[in-house]
């Protein structure tokens, strides 16, 4: 009839103006083969139906909350401080502290001064100079007031004195050895290493049942080899000198020299700090008492005051046949 009207274009036209709402949901059923079977088909109206775009296409969840939608997602969450109000400005971020170069100065400073003196440490006073002897005072005022001096001085079964004060007082190191003063003089520890920086406190404790003698000794700076480090050199004559006198206790004779002696240097041992000595006689049983008498194996260790073992020894002594030695006074 439209084409009997108007022609074929204005069929054309007509259709072009008549709106299709062909709803999404027709177009995505199909046909049933049966024609006698119609699928019903509910139509939506206009108001309900929305263009398909790429935006749907991109989101899976068509229930995604609006806190997912892209202008959710660009825009910053407010924080704990903007949620009271919205005219609130947010907080700026806290300042990160800083450290102050002053304290890179002090620290620098500091360990500098520490490395200066270990290195290169003052120069100890002369010896026989006043300075030199207010030390000395000082060291053995000190040394007296240790727990283990105490302790040792109070217990009888300890007899005990100063090293080599059974002789005359020592004299200066400067002047010209004299009398008694001369074999104080030729002892190394109480003539070369006299003074506050040598061995300026040497207590001696004799235990006479046991035979066991306790020294304790401070180390000066004067006996260091490595800076702050007491030179083994000097290490070993202290106790070949403190095993000995512990040999030498137990022979008739009173005197004796030192045939082996083997050490073991277990940790480093510092300088100007006090330290113990311990010597042990270990006399062999398969020896009769004539051959105890002129042969002696003794045991020793150099401690810490805290009982840490630096340097363990071990130290054969003999009474010489064939040579006339002086026998030591007590007190040695």
């Known amino acids: 009839m439209l084409a009997g009207v108007g022609g074929p274009r204005a069929a054309q036209a007509c259709l072009r103006s008549v709106p299709l709402t062909i709803p999404l949901r027709s177009r995505l059923l199909p046909a049933h083969p049966n024609p006698a079977i119609r699928i019903p088909r509910a139509s939506l109206p206009p108001s309900q139906l929305r263009p398909f775009t790429s935006s749907r296409l991109l989101s899976a969840d068509r229930t995604t909350p609006s806190s997912r939608t892209p202008d959710a997602i660009l825009r910053p969450e407010p924080g704990p401080s903007s949620s009271s109000s919205s005219s609130s400005?947010?907080?700026?971020?806290?300042?990160?502290?800083?450290?102050?170069p002053w304290l890179f100065i002090a620290l620098g400073f500091g360990l500098g001064t520490m490395l200066r003196l270990t290195l290169s440490p003052p120069t100890p006073p002369a010896p026989g100079s006043d300075e030199d002897t207010y030390l000395s005072e000082q060291i053995r005022a000190q040394g007296s007031s240790l727990p283990l001096v105490q302790k040792l001085s109070t217990d009888p079964r300890y007899t005990s004195w100063d090293a080599y004060s059974g002789f005359s007082s020592p004299t200066t190191h400067t002047s010209k050895p004299h009398g008694g003063g001369s074999v104080v003089q030729s002892r190394?520890?109480?003539?070369?290493?006299?003074?506050?920086?040598?061995?300026?406190?040497?207590?001696?404790?004799?235990?006479v049942a046991t035979g066991e003698v306790v020294s304790v000794v401070y180390?000066?700076?004067?006996?260091?080899?490595?800076?702050?480090?007491?030179?083994?050199?000097?290490?070993a004559t202290l106790l070949?000198?403190?095993?000995?006198r512990c040999a030498i206790l137990r022979f008739p004779a009173r005197t004796g020299v030192t045939a082996r002696l083997e050490?073991?240097?277990?940790?480093?041992?510092?300088?100007?700090?006090?330290?113990?000595?311990?010597?042990?006689?270990?006399p062999d049983e398969r020896d009769g008492p004539e051959k105890q008498a002129r042969k002696l194996w003794v045991e020793g260790t150099l401690e810490t005051v805290d009982g840490k073992t630096c340097v363990e020894a071990?130290?054969?002594?003999?009474?010489?046949?064939g040579v006339k030695l002086k026998p030591l006074v007590e007190g040695f």
């Open 188 to 207: 190394i520890t109480t003539g070369p290493l006299a003074g506050s920086r040598g061995l300026p406190f040497q207590r001696i404790y004799h235990d």
């Open 219 to 235: 180390f000066g700076s004067g006996t260091g080899g490595w800076p702050g480090v007491v030179h083994g050199g000097a290490l």
């Open 240 to 244: 070949d000198e403190s095993l000995g």
């Open 263 to 282: 050490l073991q240097y277990r940790q480093p041992t510092l300088t100007s700090g006090f330290y113990v000595i311990r010597a042990r006689p270990m």
């Open 314 to 321: 071990k130290a054969l002594f003999v009474v010489p046949k």
């Open 89 to 100: 400005s947010a907080s700026p971020p806290p300042r990160r502290k800083r450290l102050r």
